[in-house]
């Protein structure tokens, strides 16, 4: 019997490979939207019966938030690019052919996040990391106009030189715990790493956290290591810029903050929080000048992620229970907001009221105006800054406060300027933009108990 841990991968799996073979749009479209379905139901249930890991797969307190997260977000964008892909058919820009394949592409995308984030060892990690990367990759050019191929192009070559950076990090942990653990398989799993870390090379972990930093560094999307970002999400179809910045980009920060907790546990080994930090804030402030500066939505959006995820990487990095805690809840922000935004992004009030003003709605969210969940994790970041080091505090709020500006500058333009584009209705995304919304207000009030245990209980587990 299969069970749920074995699930989340089995069932993209096996769903990627029916796709590949299945010639018709609406058949293909509505597997796609089971199977990711399917999925969720089944990570939900990990919080119910927690499955035994092993050397190759774990699930613990840590990878259960990011599983949910990524699963929820994968079932409602499979439901918005069913109505987005049936358009692209229909005004000629994808054939069937590249249908069946972005279909199956999506369903091997989620293969490899789960795997990523249920990896017991870190090599398989990186390989699962890897082939997430070169799936986007894929799905980035299917338009496979010029923009699209040296969007995907500039995509691969800077993904290849993070994911390279992150392999020799990978394998220089290997060679610290190698002494210790022994050759073999036991030297790349994480359970037995944290057993033993006390005992490694500091020099060695030292030098593999930068590696690291940098190498995923570069798939979370900080500066300067962002510039595949921008293009990536301007250039592929709109469902891929929802995952994008809603999941992969979480996919890569949960390797990194994997590999901080393994140097948290080396008394002698450097401290990662403050790079980190530094990290985190150069990103936030970097990305918020250069909202002013973007023309195109998505790449304005794109710069947004950044910003974000650089605020979660400085909350990660600060470190403590409250800051950890604010880092969990924003990463669940901006994910659920950021997706929900690209399932409206292009959509005019005048010519789509309903969506056009729930793009109004993620852009008031995404800007970190109350009473929304990501002005509760903004001011939990913020204040728990302020009690320790008051002037990154003060640095932090200058770049939200530099992103809301240029966010709402551009809000004009985006969702009350004139039509440009198609002008029909686009029903079948209501549903995914709202319920993301409606969470992203809900925690903005009030967050269940149990959630708020649960988040606690992993804000300890970081650090």
């Not at 692209?88 to 490899?112: D, K």
């Not at 290591?225 to 995952?243: C, F, K, N, R, Y």
Request: charged share 10%.
């Amino acid at each position: 019997m299969i069970d749920a841990l074995t699930g989340v991968l089995v069932i993209p799996a096996i769903a990627a490979g029916l796709l590949a073979t299945l010639p018709g749009y609406r058949l293909s479209a509505r597997l796609n939207v089971l199977a990711a379905l399917l999925t969720f139901l089944t990570a939900i249930s990990l919080f119910v019966v927690e499955p035994t890991s092993g050397s190759y797969l774990l699930v613990d307190d840590l990878n259960k938030v990011f599983i949910v997260l990524t699963t929820f977000v994968g079932f409602t964008t499979s439901v918005f690019s069913a109505s987005y892909i049936g358009h692209e058919i229909e005004i000629g820009r994808l054939t069937t052919a590249f249908v069946r394949f972005y279909h199956a592409m999506y369903q091997v995308l989620m293969f490899a996040m789960n795997l990523a984030l249920v990896a017991n060892n870190i090599g398989l990690m990186w390989v699962a990391i890897e082939m997430a990367t070169l799936t986007t990759v894929l799905m980035v050019g299917i338009y496979r106009t010029h923009e699209a191929l040296e969007a995907a192009w500039k995509y691969f070559i800077l993904g290849s030189v993070g994911i390279a950076l992150a392999l020799f990090g990978t394998i220089l942990v290997y060679m610290a715990a190698r002494p210790v653990i022994g050759e073999g398989l036991e030297a790349m799993v994480w359970t037995i790493l944290v057993r033993h870390a006390a005992k490694f090379d500091p020099a060695l972990l030292n030098v593999a956290f930068i590696f690291l930093l940098l190498g995923y560094g570069t798939k979370v999307g900080l500066a300067p290591l962002h510039a595949w970002l921008p293009d990536a999400h301007a250039e592929g179809p709109t469902p891929i810029s929802a995952v994008l910045s809603g999941l992969l980009l979480n996919v890569a920060l949960y390797a990194l903050l994997r590999f901080k907790m393994l140097l948290a546990l080396n008394p002698a080994a450097i401290a990662p929080g403050p790079l980190m930090v530094i990290m985190g804030l150069v990103s936030c402030l970097f990305a918020a000048f250069m909202l002013y500066r973007r023309r195109d939505i998505k790449r304005m959006f794109a710069y947004s992620s950044i910003e974000h995820m650089g605020i979660i990487v400085f909350a990660f990095g600060m470190g403590g229970a409250l800051a950890n805690f604010a880092g969990l809840l924003h990463m669940t922000m901006h994910s659920l907001t950021k997706s929900a935004i690209f399932f409206a992004v292009g959509r005019l009030t005048v010519t789509n009221p309903v969506l056009g003003w729930g793009l109004v709605l993620g852009v008031v969210a995404i800007a970190g105006l109350p009473p929304l969940g990501i002005f509760m994790s903004e001011f939990l970041v913020v204040s728990s800054t302020f009690a320790r080091e008051p002037w990154l505090a003060t640095i932090l709020v200058l770049g939200i406060l530099v992103a809301l500006g240029g966010l709402f500058l551009r809000l004009n333009t985006i969702a009350f300027g004139a039509p440009r584009g198609p002008t029909a209705p686009a029903e079948a995304s209501y549903v995914p933009m709202f319920a993301h919304l409606a969470i992203v207000f809900m925690a903005g009030i009030y967050m269940p108990p149990a959630l708020v245990d649960g988040f606690q209980n992993v804000a300890r587990l970081l650090g």
